[in-house]
């Protein structure tokens, strides 16, 4: 019998064997997303999902910009915890712990606004995850509804927290995403761990799902 390994785990433990600010993926600022979320121009109870969270200080900012109605998911229960602690459970953000690539409670959110996704996608390296993950985005987020996608791009790492990853272009996020959805913008984006000097080429991108298909 095949073993599948064991993603849920491999996560927990990255999450308690390290300080969050020493991850490497942590942002101080993660000024490029709130940059595009606050182009989509969104009223500040809409509906934003950030997929595969982990403990980002981005939910911290949202709030403190008003938004309020976050819903955030991680496969790992450890991440929502100590995010949880750092925005002293704030009742304007839900937590979902599930796997995106094999969802349960997360296809029964309706009418998401925005999904966030940073350094997440990448992971997905079967055909199988990655439809998974892509039906439950098209099941969730409604029309005239935004998709912020940020992985590594081409010419970026090809592993990360010990895993392969994907590496992805605008092009292969919008064959994935098809016609319904469209650019609206799209950036290269250099990230520098703010203390480790760690840095990682990732492609920053923002889509809009079309209000009606013709
Ligand atoms: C590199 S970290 C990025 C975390 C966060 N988005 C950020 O920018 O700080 C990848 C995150 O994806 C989560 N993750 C990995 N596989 C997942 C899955 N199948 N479903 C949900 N979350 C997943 C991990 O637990 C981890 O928190």
Same mark, same amino acid.
């Given at each position: 019998?095949?073993?599948?390994?064991?993603?849920?785990?491999?996560?927990?433990?990255?999450?308690?064997?390290?300080?969050?600010?020493?991850?490497?993926?942590?942002?101080?600022?993660?000024?490029?997303?709130?940059?595009?979320?606050?182009?989509?121009?969104?009223?500040?109870?809409?509906? +934003?999902?950030? $997929?595969?969270?982990?403990?980002?200080?981005? /939910?911290?900012?949202?709030?403190? =910009?008003?938004?309020? *109605?976050? &819903?955030?998911?991680?496969?790992?229960?450890?991440?929502?915890?100590?995010?949880?602690?750092?925005?002293?459970?704030?009742?304007?953000?839900?937590?979902?712990?599930?796997?995106?690539?094999?969802?349960?409670?997360?296809?029964?959110?309706?009418?998401?606004?925005?999904?966030?996704?940073?350094?997440?996608?990448?992971?997905?390296?079967?055909?199988?995850?990655?439809?998974?993950?892509?039906?439950?985005?098209?099941?969730?987020?409604?029309?005239?509804?935004?998709?912020?996608?940020?992985?590594?791009? +081409?010419?970026? $790492?090809?592993?990360?927290?010990?895993?392969? /990853?994907?590496?992805?272009?605008? =092009?292969?996020?919008? *064959?994935? &995403?098809?016609?319904?959805?469209?650019?609206?913008?799209?950036?290269?984006?250099?990230?520098?761990?703010?203390?480790?000097?760690?840095?990682?080429?990732?492609?920053?991108?923002?889509?809009?799902?079309?209000?009606?298909?013709?």
């Amino acid at each position: 019998m095949i073993q599948e390994y064991d993603y849920e785990n491999h996560w927990n433990k990255a999450y308690q064997n390290n300080m969050v600010e020493k991850l490497g993926w942590f942002e101080d600022d993660p000024i490029a997303s709130i940059d595009l979320i606050e182009k989509c121009n969104l009223s500040k109870d809409a509906l +934003i999902f950030n $997929a595969g969270a982990g403990a980002t200080t981005l /939910i911290t900012l949202l709030l403190k =910009k008003g938004y309020s *109605n976050i &819903l955030v998911n991680d496969i790992s229960s450890l991440a929502l915890d100590k995010l949880k602690s750092s925005i002293n459970n704030n009742s304007n953000v839900r937590f979902i712990v599930d796997d995106l690539t094999n969802p349960t409670t997360s296809l029964n959110i309706k009418n998401v606004d925005l999904w966030h996704d940073r350094a997440v996608l990448h992971f997905f390296t079967s055909k199988d995850q990655q439809l998974s993950y892509f039906n439950l985005l098209k099941k969730i987020v409604r029309k005239g509804g935004y998709v912020i996608f940020s992985e590594f791009g +081409i010419d970026g $790492a090809k592993k990360c927290c010990g895993l392969d /990853i994907v590496n992805y272009s605008e =092009k292969m996020l919008q *064959n994935r &995403l098809g016609e319904e959805f469209i650019l609206l913008e799209s950036f290269n984006h250099q990230y520098n761990h703010p203390s480790n000097g760690n840095t990682r080429k990732y492609i920053y991108t923002l889509f809009k799902r079309k209000t009606c298909l013709y």
